[in-house]
Every structure is written in C-alpha cells, then in structure tokens.
C-alpha cells in the first residue's frame, strides 16, 4: 500500500476500525487496541497479498 492513500481507502481502514471495536464490545471481553492498530494491515493484506474467488471455494493457490 503506498504511503499516500484515497479517501476512499481510508474510509474502508476506518470501517474496520469501527466494526472491529464494536465486536469487541459485543463479546463483552477484551481491548479494542489490537484490531484497531492492526486494520490497515488486513486492508493490505486483503486486497493486494491474497489471492480469492469467492465464487469458487476450492481455487488453488487460493490464500498465497
């Protein structure tokens, strides 16, 4: 992910930020810290590391 980033990149790591918080409240257990630092890394690794389909759940290579 390039040092500079779309608004609209941003608003998606925010979203996770959100949804990650509120899952942890909702177990009632633990500290939102982790999943909040940790959002624009699964952003990154979703969208330019692995490899899915998901219309095809047997696709080799699929998590590269």
């Given amino acids: 992910m390039p040092l500079s980033m779309t608004a609209a990149e941003k608003k998606a790591i925010d979203t996770i930020r959100t949804l990650s918080m509120d899952a942890v409240q909702a177990a009632n257990s ?3 810290g982790t999943p909040m630092a940790l959002a624009p890394l699964g952003y990154l690794l979703f969208n330019e590391v692995m490899q899915y389909d998901p219309a095809d759940v047997a696709w080799p290579n699929r998590d590269l």
Avoid: A, L, N, V
């Fill in 30 to 32: 633990g500290h939102p």
